[in-house]
């Protein structure tokens, strides 16, 4: 029974020290002087937080390889998605600081001669409607392909190939100056986020925290899912799918879950990660993510 604790020790540590991250770095930023050989620079602090929204996507992706064994090559395209629904917010908070003033379109939109606002715009000017679908739209979009794939039963490296060439397919359709994405250029120019300015130090020592805790409150739900009466089905599953349906247990219904899960939190880590960079592009979604700096 042991091996089924919901916290063992491992896990009591890694969330020790994410905790104590989450608090010491942003001090350290804010309060120590720049000359103190604990002050962490304004450059690091949102680098560290880039590296703890990948954290997340790692922890997203393990949950669906290391503990369901679906190699999704896709997890991209929901980091992706969920950066892009932070994104469009953060660009409808621009208005008219914008470099062509126009309270409502944003400045590509202008240059591209957009003469209203898409509809798939609508309500991100909100910001609990963004947060909802960087959590709604990687799962919505895991489950539509989740429910087609595993009912067909694809498995193995053909899911992988199917994975990636949704990922690619994604990249390519944004792209398109005439989805109303950004294009190749995506969403840049970030102003403020809730009414601080993105690039503030104390804005960005914030998005350092909720970073972090969003990283441990993931893992606490992923923690909590691979410690389950379910987690225990998702490994049997791992290691003898074919048993486990022969033994009564709806298999596609749990591999949808876990995905689907997967899939949120890699969108809720995306969400993070944008402000922090104060972009998002097209290049989220590469099969391959690759850092911009």
Known sequence: MSRYRFLDGAGLIFLGVVLAMAILIPASNLLLPPNSALHVSDYLVPLLGKYLAFA?????????????GILSLGHGAFFALGGYAMGMHLMRQIGPRGVYGNPVLPDFMVFLNYKELPWFWLGFDQFWFAALMAMAA?????????????????TGVYLSIITQALT???MLAFFRNDMGFGGNNGLTDFKDILGFPVQAQGTRATLF?????????SYLICRWVVTSKLGKVVVA????????????????????LVFTLSAMIAGVAGALYVPQVASSTRRNLRPRTRSRR
């Open 168 to 170: 690619f397919a994604l």
């Open 138 to 154: 990687p799962g919505l979009l895991a489950f539509g392909f989740g429910w087609l794939a595993f009912r067909s039963r694809v």
């Open 209 to 217: 925290a909720l970073t972090a805790l969003a990283l441990a409150g």
């Open 237 to 256: 599953v791992r290691d003898a799918e074919s048993r486990t349906r022969f033994m009564g247990y709806r298999v596609e219904q749990y591999k949808l």
């Open 56 to 68: 997340m996507l790692a922890l997203a992706l393990d949950l669906v390889w290391g503990y369901c």
